[in-house]
């Protein structure tokens, strides 16, 4: 484990005030002296007039140098890591119909750059810095010890490593787990392939939202990019019908697997780019109750966002033509450089030129398992709307 904050790292007022402010970072362009710390040590951190700031992970690769852990001087020792754990497993109440959830949200946990998802006895772990990578040993004990879980998984083939210097890693820290296996989501049921699925094996995020959309939904249903079929098997339930389209061949498959094992025959799924779908589905005269768009993210980065904005107001004009009079549309963004207020007047947009009145009923967030601190605007990525066509 490293140091426990025996080294100081001191930061100019800009980056000590963004601290203050609640945020949990600090970049490097607000380091003023690093004192020759290794990286993936923990540090304490100061500003220039020897103010204690805080204790934070440092890396001496990222953009982002400091990630803060606490603003007290406490010491950081196995039994604090033990005690962030159980708090945050704390937070997550959930009843038997639901057995997979992200357990730690990392800077919305406040335990910066770590990842915890639980598919049902089997955890997956992303560390995401170069001091969680660090602490990754004493992690996977804790987690044993807390949850005496079949196995642990690590998912660390994201990109974000690249930038702390790290390599990319998937495999088995501990015990053993099938290639795939079941898990349970607000009682449908879904198969998972953790060391190989997209994301750490599910979008777990889209939870909830999936069941407020089911409490709208009617009719005829398209869900597009979807994936293994999340919202379209809830949607199910309620809707005469689904269509589901996803441009993998791997996604249709498994949303159709899914279907099946939950005895789901009112579902379609097809292969389409969903851009082609919609222009085709609106030339053929195609019309539908309830539609969901849950693309991947389009705003990678802030030099992304116009072109990102023309994708969603695209699609969303698209579905928009296609409701009849009373649908209902599910749109969302998970891309955080989309702003809700562009989002929403992209939306405004593309009801305007498809000449249709549209009533917002909801908008929603990420599932609460992936809390949003405030002072971390990072931690809010995922926009949901919930709306109808009025005419």
Request: one cysteine or more.
């Amino acid at each position: 484990m490293p140091p426990l904050s025996m080294n100081k790292i001191t930061v100019a007022k800009r980056g000590a005030d963004r601290i203050r402010r609640g945020h949990l970072w600090i970049y490097s362009s607000d380091v003023v002296d690093t004192n020759d710390v290794a990286g993936g040590s923990i540090v304490g951190v100061q500003d220039e007039n020897r103010n204690f700031i805080g204790q934070a992970f440092y890396s001496d690769s990222s953009q982002i140098t400091l990630r803060f852990l606490t603003q007290t001087r406490d010491a950081i020792n196995r039994e604090w890591w033990r005690g962030r754990i159980r708090e945050a497993a704390a937070r997550r109440k959930f009843g038997p119909e639901t057995n997979a959830y992200r357990l730690i949200y990392s800077e919305g946990d406040l335990l910066p750059s770590i990842i915890l998802d639980r598919y049902n006895d089997v955890l997956v772990l992303q560390t995401l810095s170069q001091g969680s990578e660090a602490i990754k040993p004493l992690l996977v004990e804790l987690l044993i010890e807390e949850f005496a879980p079949r196995a642990i998984i690590e998912r660390n083939d994201v990109r974000v490593r690249q930038h702390e210097g790290l390599e990319s890693l998937t495999g088995t820290l501990y015990g053993e787990a099938p290639l795939e296996f079941e898990i349970l989501q607000d009682g449908i049921r879904f198969l998972v392939a953790p060391l190989s699925g997209q994301k750490t094996g599910s979008f777990l995020d889209q939870r909830e939202n999936r069941l407020a959309a089911r409490k709208v939904a009617h009719g005829r249903a398209l869900d597009c990019f979807t994936f293994n079929g999340g919202f379209a098997l809830q949607l199910a339930g309620i809707c005469d019908r689904v269509t589901g389209i996803d441009i993998s061949a791997e996604a249709v498959a498994a949303a159709d697997r899914n279907a099946q094992i939950n005895n789901i025959t009112n579902a379609e799924f097809r292969e389409a780019n969903v851009f082609d779908a919609l222009r085709e589905m609106e030339t053929s005269g195609e019309r539908f109750d309830t539609i969901v768009l849950d693309p991947p993210a389009f705003a990678k980065n802030r030099a992304s966002i116009a072109a990102a904005a023309r994708g969603y107001k695209e699609i969303n004009l698209r579905a928009i033509k296609l409701l009849n009079p009373g649908g209902v549309l599910v749109t969302c963004t998970c891309s955080y450089h989309m702003s809700e207020e562009l989002f929403l007047k992209l939306i405004a947009e593309a009801a305007n030129d498809a000449h249709r009145r549209v009533q917002l009923l909801e908008k929603r967030t990420q599932a609460s398992d992936h809390p949003i601190i405030f002072g971390v605007p990072e931690t809010y990525y995922l926009k949901c709307v919930i709306a109808r066509v009025v005419d």
